[in-house]
């Protein structure tokens, strides 16, 4: 087994060339150059403590690479840029005003009115998430 998970050969996997990246509740989400054909692809970047891990086929001509940490570094500074901790206390408090009052707002609490609940109350968690997503994508749009 390689660091790949593919059979072992005595060739390393080359690096791809991150250009672009995309963050998640979940995860990374990557723009990968091919080192073989230059083929632009994106890829899922599972990470452990900031690390990257598993490697990425190009779907044109399958050579397989990887994201190498500093690769990975470069990445995050050039495409997600940081937010201070009161902006993102600030998105994050936004947020959960959004998460646990859009369902009460007219005619939304009749539409998810059920026996006298709201189906949208349980959905306040887990939306809270992507609505931090969402204020960070319109912050991003907002600076160029
Ligand atoms: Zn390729």
């Given amino acids: 087994m390689t660091a790949c998970g593919g059979e072992a050969t005595n060739e390393a996997p080359r690096s791809a060339r991150p ?3 995309r963050g998640s509740v979940l995860g990374l989400y ?13 890829v899922y970047q599972p ?16 050579l397989v690479s990887e994201v190498t ?16 901790f009161a902006e993102m206390e600030a ?23 059920w026996q006298g609940l709201n189906l949208g109350e349980p959905a306040e968690r887990w939306l809270a998430a992507f609505f931090v997503q969402g204020l960070l994508a319109g912050l991003g749009q907002g600076e160029d």
């Fill in 91 to 113: 998105l994050t408090a936004e947020a959960a005003h959004l998460a646990e009052n859009w369902y009460r707002t007219p005619p939304l609490d009749q539409v998810l009115g």
């Fill in 47 to 62: 990470t452990v403590a900031g690390m990257a891990v598993g490697c990425h086929e190009c779907p044109r001509c399958h």
């Fill in 69 to 84: 940490p500093d690769e990975l570094e470069t990445a995050l500074t050039q495409f997600a840029p940081t937010r201070s």
């Fill in 19 to 21: 250009v672009g990246l």
């Fill in 30 to 42: 990557l723009t990968l150059e091919c080192p073989g054909c230059g083929q632009a692809f994106e």
